[in-house]
T-cell receptor
Framework: SQQGEEDPQALSIQEGENATMNCSYKTSINNLQWYRQNSGRGLVHLILIRSNEREKHSGRLRVTLDTSKKSSSLLITASRAADTASYFCATDASGANSKLTFGKGITLSVRP | DVKVTQSSRYLVKRTGEKVFLECVQDMDHENMFWYRQDPGLGLRLIYFSYDVKMKEKGDIPEGYSVSREKKERFSLILESASTNQTSMYLC??????????????FGPGTRLLVL
C-alpha cells in the first residue's frame, strides 16, 4: 500500500513562478525523500530530509517536514521549463529492514 | 557517478514466454530493487536484495522471481509472461549504511509490452 500521498496530482504553472507540492504519510519514518522523473526515464534523487530535521535547502529546492502532521512539502522556486517532470515523495519507514515506499507522483508542467 | 544500467529500453514478448530483465550497477552497492510503474499506481516494489544470493519479496511479487548471483547484477524473471505484466520496470540500487537504505539510484527503465 502507498505510504506517501502527493498533492496535487497535477500542477501547471508559468515559468518563473514557484511550485509547491505536498506529501502526506501514515506511519513514522526515518527520512523522507523527493525524486524527479522525466518522461519515460528513471527516477533521480533530489533531496532527503531526516525525521529530526524540519527544513532543508538544495539550490532552488526547499523541503519541509512536519512529523506531527506526517507531511512534507517540496518548493521549487523560480521554476523553469526544464522542471517539467513527475515528482515523487518516498518514505523510509522506521525500524529494521526498511525500504522506500513511493507515492503516486505529481505531474508538474512549467509553461514557457 | 553511480550508474545503473538495464539490459533493454523496450521489449516486446508473447504471452507465456519467459522474460529476463537484467540490471547492473557499478558502485558496489549492497542493495538492489525491482519496481514496476503503472499509470495511476506509482511505483510498486516487486523484489529487493540486500546481498548476493539474498532476496526478499516486495509488495507485488506474484508472477515474478529474481536472481542475484553477483553483487553488481540483479535479474528479474517473468516465468510465464502475461498481458497484465505489461509495464515499465525500474531497477534501483543503494548503499548499505548503518542498516538504513537511503538514496536510491535508478536505471533508465525497461518498457515491457506483453502481447
Amino acid at each position: 500500500s502507498q505510504q506517501g500521498e502527493e498533492d496535487p496530482q497535477a500542477l501547471s504553472i508559468q515559468e518563473g513562478e514557484n511550485a509547491t507540492m505536498n506529501c502526506s504519510y501514515k506511519t513514522s519514518i526515518n527520512n523522507l525523500q523527493w525524486y524527479r522523473q522525466n518522461s519515460g526515464r528513471g527516477l533521480v534523487h533530489l533531496i532527503l530530509i531526516r525525521s529530526n530535521e524540519r527544513e532543508k535547502h538544495s539550490g532552488r529546492l526547499r523541503v519541509t517536514l512536519d512529523t506531527s502532521k506526517k507531511s512534507s512539502s517540496l518548493l521549487i522556486t523560480a521554476s523553469r521549463a526544464a522542471d517539467t517532470a513527475s515528482y515523487f515523495c518516498a518514505t523510509d519507514a522506521s525500524g529494521a529492514n526498511s525500504k522506500l515506499t513511493f507515492g503516486k507522483g505529481i505531474t508538474l508542467s512549467v509553461r514557457p | 557517478d553511480v550508474k545503473v544500467t538495464q539490459s533493454s529500453r523496450y521489449l516486446v514478448k508473447r504471452t507465456g514466454e519467459k522474460v529476463f530483465l537484467e540490471c547492473v550497477q557499478d558502485m558496489d552497492h549492497e542493495n538492489m530493487f525491482w519496481y514496476r510503474q503503472d499509470p495511476g499506481l506509482g511505483l510498486r516494489l516487486i523484489y529487493f536484495s540486500y546481498d548476493v544470493k539474498m532476496k526478499e519479496k516486495g509488495d507485488i511479487p506474484e508472477g515474478y522471481s529474481v536472481s542475484r548471483e553477483k553483487k553488481e547484477r540483479f535479474s528479474l524473471i517473468l516465468e510465464s509472461a502475461s498481458t497484465n505484466q505489461t509495464s515499465m520496470y525500474l531497477c534501483a540500487s543503494s548503499a548499505a549504511g548503518t542498516g538504513k537504505k537511503e538514496t536510491q539510484y535508478f536505471g533508465p527503465g525497461t518498457r515491457l509490452l506483453v502481447l
